[in-house]
C-alpha cells in the first residue's frame, strides 16, 4: 500500500523505515532506475498512472532487501523494455542469495527464470519439481523439416505430428533416432529444404500436467 499525498522516494524510504532502515537513498535510486521510475522519483503518488504506481508496488517490495521476495504478476500488463529489465534486476538479487517466488502465467519467464515449479490446477499443486527435472519428464523431440516434395516414407508415418504440405513435423524418442529417420528419407530419394530440431518446452508440459484426470 501506498499513501497518495508523497512522492514516490518518499514513498520508498518509508517503506525501508517500517524495517528500520535509514539513508538507503543510494539503494532507492537504483531500485527506482531497474523499474525505470527514475524520473518520477519527485512526483506525487496521486499523479502517477496505474501502470508507475505497480511499478511503485514492485519496488517497495525489493527497497529493504528482503531475504523471501515474492513476486504476484510483477510483468502483466507492462512493456517488454520494463520487463526485460526487471528480470535482469530479480536474477541479480537471486545471485546475491534473495530467494524470489514468482507466480505468473508467461510460462517462457517461468522456464528461464525458476530452478523449482509448483504448477496448480483448481488450487491444488498437481506437479512440484526442479524445472529440468520436469521438462526431461516428457522425453522426446520434435524434428521438423520441409521436404523437396510432398510424401513421406510410410515406415515414419507413425512419427508423424502435424503436417502443412511438404512441411512436417516428426515426434522422436531420442536424438538416436535423428540419423535413421534422415537415412530412411535418404532411401526414398526425399531431399530437404529445411531442417529443425525443438524440444518439448513447458507449455506442453502444462498442458500435459493439466490434461490429466
Given at each position: ?55 511503485v508496488l514492485v519496488a517497495q517490495a525489493l527497497v529493504h532487501k528482503p ?147
Open positions: 500500500m501506498f499513501d497518495p499525498f508523497f512522492t514516490v522516494r518518499e514513498t520508498l524510504r518509508f517503506q525501508s523505515g517500517y524495517f528500520g532502515i535509514r539513508r538507503n537513498d543510494a539503494w532507492i535510486d537504483e531500485v527506482m532506475h531497474h523499474l525505470d521510475l527514475s524520473a518520477k522519483a519527485d512526483v506525487n503518488m496521486r499523479a502517477l498512472s496505474g501502470g508507475m504506481k505497480r511499478r531475504p523471501v521476495i515474492v513476486l504476484d504478476e510483477p510483468t502483466a500488463g507492462v512493456d517488454v523494455e520494463l520487463r526485460q529489465g526487471l528480470w535482469h534486476f530479480v536474477r541479480r538479487l537471486n545471485r546475491d542469495g534473495h530467494t524470489v517466488v514468482l507466480t505468473t502465467h508467461y510460462l517462457e519467464e517461468a522456464e528461464s527464470l525458476c530452478t523449482r515449479i509448483a504448477m496448480l490446477k483448481a488450487g491444488r499443486v498437481v506437479a512440484l519439481d526442479s524445472t529440468r527435472n520436469l521438462l526431461a519428464s516428457f522425453s522426446g523431440l520434435y524434428l521438423k523439416l520441409a521436404l523437396e516434395r510432398e510424401a513421406l516414407p510410410e515406415a515414419l508415418a507413425a512419427r508423424l505430428v502435424g503436417r502443412e504440405g511438404a512441411r512436417v513435423t516428426l515426434r522422436l524418442d531420442s536424438y538416436a533416432e535423428i540419423e535413421p529417420v534422415l537415412a530412411g528419407l535418404r532411401q526414398a530419394g526425399i531431399g530437404l529444404t529445411e531442417f529443425e530440431l525443438e524440444q518439448p518446452d513447458l507449455e506442453e508440459v502444462f498442458m500435459n500436467v493439466m490434461g490429466r484426470p
